[in-house]
């Protein structure tokens, strides 16, 4: 845990899930730049929100629970984040209904009258933000986006300018910057091109040939991402009544295999983004016999699922937490892998071949054998004893 200081207050902030031995903190310099200027720092003008207050893309409550005491309304696509941004307004003493927290999933406020968009990393997620925001933009509306330098390229400006309005953009500070946006209440407002579709190739198993469904912010949403296309050629082949668990599900592809190659698993998809659990069920539902069954959970990894419950856990773990290298995400899936798996039960999991799972999958399974590889993936199996 950190103590973020600013001019609306010190506050004690933690990513979740919680975790000491976590060095990132929950938030950074795009955070604290877009707070100073609200207060008016470097001679600028204060902003005093007056009407609706909406937060886009707060990471980890930072935004929300420095802002708490004008009851913003923070939409979010990470369940995690939701999680944060609880945590944090609880331990510092905010009140539980002085912000409401959206998915994005949820319909946006009608009017909003101060728009803070925290860039994500995908451009896409933007643009569909965007889109899904325009209507409740008004002339008086201030917008202000933040992020890192590194975060913000000529095209993040100009879908600000299509959607929204001019855009212009503030010097970089701690390698940070804001983006300055005038709604223009004459442009067209057109629907989001999202979510989109494409058929997979004709050599990745149960699944060639079929259509998926991604909304947008899901990894490689326009094309079937490599890692996963490796793994589709290497899931094991099983029949019978197995409990199948998708984690990190996605668009949901991997797991839509499992249920086609063994009509008899029942497959659970999991993922903390709200877009990637409509995208799973979507592909899902296109693809499978009217009536199949299947579950799909928003929430933290396994920490949702029973223990000793599930015969088979596939996975291809995120090595990234925005734009951060870390292995933590993986590392508390594969526990929680474990801890669901019933004895006999098995991890399969493709990944980068650097990243070295093997190492984390024989500390914590004790066993690991590799599968499939080629130069760049490894598809890897761990048994529960």
């Known amino acids: 845990m950190n103590r973020l200081t600013t001019s609306q207050g010190e506050f004690d902030l933690a990513r979740f899930p919680e975790n000491p031995r976590d060095p990132l903190r929950a938030w950074d310099a795009a955070d604290e730049y877009l707070l100073r200027r609200l207060e ?4 600028s003008e204060p902003v005093r929100p007056d009407g609706t207050v ?6 980890w409550g930072a935004l929300a629970t420095a802002l708490a005491a004008h009851s913003p309304v923070v939409i979010t696509d990470s369940y995690l984040a939701r ?6 307004l609880e331990r510092n003493g905010a009140a539980s209904d002085s912000v409401r927290v959206l998915s994005v999933r949820d319909a946006p406020p009608e009017r909003v009258d101060l728009l803070l968009v925290r860039v994500p990393k995908s451009l896409a997620l933007l643009e569909d ?3 899904r925001l325009a209507p409740a933009v008004h002339e008086g509306t201030v917008v202000i986006g933040t992020g890192m330098v590194k975060e913000i390229h000529t095209s993040t400006l100009k879908l600000f300018e299509r ?6 953009t503030s010097l970089a500070v701690k390698k940070a910057r804001l983006i300055f946006c005038t709604p223009d209440p004459s442009l067209p407002r057109t629907p989001s091109p999202w979510p989109y579709r494409y058929t997979l190739p004709d050599d990745v198993g149960a699944v060639s040939g079929r259509t998926v469904t ?4 899901i990894f490689c949403a326009e094309r079937l991402d490599i890692g996963t296309r490796f793994f589709l050629k290497h899931l094991p082949e099983r029949t019978g009544p197995d409990r199948v668990v998708d984690l990190g599900c996605g668009n949901g592809v991997v797991g839509t295999a ?3 190659a063994n009509p008899g698993a029942a497959v659970t998809f999991i993922d903390e983004s709200y877009r990637a659990v409509a995208s799973a069920e979507t592909t899902f539902r296109d693809n499978t016999a009217p009536g199949a069954e299947a579950d799909f959970l928003v929430g933290d990894g396994m920490a949702d699922v029973p223990p000793e419950s599930v015969d088979l856990v596939l996975s291809n773990p995120p090595f990234h937490s925005h734009q951060a290298v870390t292995d933590a995400t993986a590392r508390s899936m594969f526990h929680g892998a474990r801890a669901a798996l019933r004895q006999g039960g098995e991890l399969w999991v493709v990944g980068n071949r650097h990243l070295g799972y093997h190492t984390q999958l024989r500390r914590i399974f004790g066993n690991c054998v ?4 080629d130069p760049k993936f490894v598809v890897l199996r761990a048994v529960k004893r």
């Open 40 to 43: 008016g720092a470097e001679g």
């Open 54 to 59: 909406a937060v886009v893309g707060d990471r």
């Open 83 to 88: 999680q944060a941004t609880r945590a944090n």
């Open 129 to 131: 933000q965007l889109h």
């Open 163 to 168: 959607i929204i309005g001019p855009t212009r």
């Open 214 to 217: 991604n909304h947008a912010g």
């Open 258 to 260: 499992a249920a086609l």
């Open 370 to 373: 590799t599968v499939a590889g």
